[in-house]
């Protein structure tokens, strides 16, 4: 079923508005909240992890079809282009393998703990699996599935980004208020940078072109580092309580949802700025950009519905 979005976008505060729209909102088949989200721009399609649900739901952005894939509990989701795979992973301490095009199951790994954010080393072909508040990343061949090991971590990791610039996989660990640096060639932890002031760290996102990582906490802080030094460069105050950051690189913003607003930096001056907080739907804390149409995805529900909502952002 397809709604418009009915509240104002209002600027919160005095500063210039950010120019992020409302577009169409789609009623997910099954009620209750999500996890992380991203956007496969090769088939249009948003794919966000409906934890409370069990399912892979999935919202084609060109025909308007929505749809629920039986998963079982999970929270993270990632999408590997040269396997041409989807993996999920959640609750009920399995990876779920689904065909990219098909959307079809192809395989179900017991991974012997819950599993959280996944991502994905390009150019090995890897595959990291985060231990849900455990100790360690599962990593796994993304074409034959084979196991490859683990990386020991501090406890109680989160997103985690793939750098090919640098050849690092860069991790939240929310545990300890750090960002850990791992070399995926010696699987191993090479660095650990300090992310105070900000507390709690969640969302990630590498800004490749400026060699900047953005790392949100859950305490309205974000610090954006310099990723060849591990220095932070900024401390931005944003929507506390935020899950899943979001960059456009292309656009020079990044989207930081949290309690009922979201915050947009700009990342194309010598420093980043916020613009301003856009009002959201109650719940919104993930979300994933197309950067083809630097469309602004975002999900939220409750325990009588489920939607994925599109904002669109003025060139």
């Known amino acids: 079923m397809l709604a418009t979005l009915l509240f104002s976008l209002s600027l919160v505060g005095s500063q210039t508005a950010p120019s992020l729209t409302p577009g169409k909102t789609y009623d997910m088949p099954k009620p209750g909240r999500f996890d992380v989200v991203t956007y496969d721009r090769k088939f249009h399609r948003v794919l966000a992890a409906h934890s409370a649900a069990g399912t892979l739901a999935v919202l084609d952005t060109q025909s308007g079809k929505v749809d629920e894939i039986e998963t079982g509990p999970i929270n993270g989701v990632a999408v590997s282009n040269k396997a041409n795979k989807i993996f999920v992973g959640g609750g009920n301490n399995k990876l779920v393998v689904l065909d990219r ?16 954010v996944i991502a994905v080393d390009s150019k090995r072909g890897q595959v990291y699996v985060s231990h849900d508040d455990g100790t360690e990343d599962w990593v796994f061949d993304a074409e034959t599935l084979k196991p490859l090991g683990t990386v020991t971590i501090e406890e109680a990791p989160e997103f985690l980004e793939y750098d090919t610039a640098t050849d690092k996989i860069y991790q939240n660990i929310k545990s300890t208020d750090h960002v850990q640096v791992i070399d995926p060639e010696a699987k191993k932890v090479v660095a650990t940078w300090p992310t105070a002031p900000m507390k709690s760290p969640h969302g990630l996102v ?30 931005l105050d944003i929507a506390p309580g935020t899950d899943q950051i979001a960059i456009d690189a292309r656009f020079g913003r990044v989207y930081s949802p949290g309690t009922d607003k979201m915050t947009i930096i700009d990342t194309t001056g010598a420093e980043p700025k916020v613009i301003g907080d856009v009002p959201m739907p109650h719940g919104v804390r993930s979300l994933a950009v197309d950067t083809g149409t630097h469309d602004v995805w975002v999900v939220y529900g409750d325990d009588k519905s489920s939607h994925i909502a599109q904002f669109k952002a003025a060139q």
Do not use: H, Q, W
């Not at 095009?101 to 959280?116: N, Q, W, Y």
């Open 101 to 116: 095009e098909t959307l079809k199951v192809l395989s179900t790994i017991d991974l012997g703990g819950p599993a959280d």
């Open 206 to 235: 590498l800004d490749r072109r400026a060699g900047r990582a953005y790392s949100a906490g859950k305490n309205g802080k974000m610090v954006v580092f310099e990723i060849a030094s591990g220095k932070i460069v900024a401390t």
